[in-house]
């Protein structure tokens, strides 16, 4: 299986603040990578596809990027909504598999 | 409008069966394989398997394979998880998710929870 790796675990950061987020593979996966937005008590939304497709409605504060083994989500102007926990996941191979997740919270 | 609805809280007993539904509604049911997603109490998310609903093949995580069965009836456009025998180990929020084509999960559901306890 691949192992998907993010750092940092937790962070607090301000509003307005940028923010970035990384994610590491055990292998090379190209740009099969996705991230998702968890609030509390919600299922995930998915915000990015193929490592930098910004998915429709999602705010363009976000933003994508990698290839190979290592990818970054960035948040450029930190909302309040966008306290939440972040996950990366690979679709290069099965099992697909998760990152152990990023909690974003405020500071 | 794309959603993907599931049925309600489920508590049961050690050794029991299970199985939760997931309705999918405003969009070709048949063309995106369903995914259901894992995520225990004040944990990460776990990809469990896929069914694509047009013919019913299934591919498991092998980590759930022959604990837990994928399932469709494309005439009620509904998924289904099941479990013959469950464990206080299955206590978990179940999700299901679409997958959009390119390996993404785009439309989720609204989870359901499984408590399982003696």
């Known amino acids: 299986d691949i192992q998907m790796t993010q750092s940092p675990s937790s962070l607090s950061a301000s509003i307005g603040d940028r923010v970035t987020i990384t994610c590491r593979a055990s292998q090379r996966i190209g740009t099969y990578l996705n991230w998702y937005q968890q609030r509390p008590g919600k299922a995930p939304n998915l915000l990015m596809s193929?490592?930098?497709s910004l998915q429709s409605g999602v705010p363009s504060r976000f933003s994508g990027s990698g290839s190979g083994t290592d990818f970054t989500l960035t948040i450029s102007s930190l909302q309040p909504e966008d306290f939440a926990t972040y996950y990366c996941?690979?679709?290069?191979?099965?099992?697909?598999?998760f990152g152990q997740g990023t909690q974003l919270e405020i500071k | 409008e794309v959603q993907l609805v599931q049925s309600g809280a489920e508590v049961k007993e050690p050794g029991e069966s299970l199985r939760i539904s997931c309705k999918g509604s405003?969009?070709?049911?048949?063309?995106?394989?369903i995914t259901w997603v894992r995520q225990m109490p004040g944990k990460g998310l776990e990809w469990m398997g896929r069914?694509?609903?047009?013919?019913?093949?299934?591919q498991y995580n092998p980590s759930f394979q022959g604990h837990v069965t994928f399932s469709a009836d494309k005439s009620i456009t509904t998924a289904y998880l099941q479990w013959n025998t469950t464990k206080a180990s299955d206590t978990a929020m179940y999700y299901c998710?679409?997958?959009?084509?390119?390996?993404?999960?785009?439309?989720w559901g609204q989870g359901t929870v499984v408590s399982v306890s003696s």
């Open positions: 193929t490592a930098s």
């Open positions: 069914i694509d609903p047009s013919d019913s093949y299934t």
């Open positions: 996941q690979q679709s290069f191979s099965m099992p697909r598999t």
């Open positions: 998710a679409r997958d959009n084509g390119v390996n993404a999960f785009d439309i």
């Open positions: 405003g969009y070709s049911f048949t063309s995106y394989w």
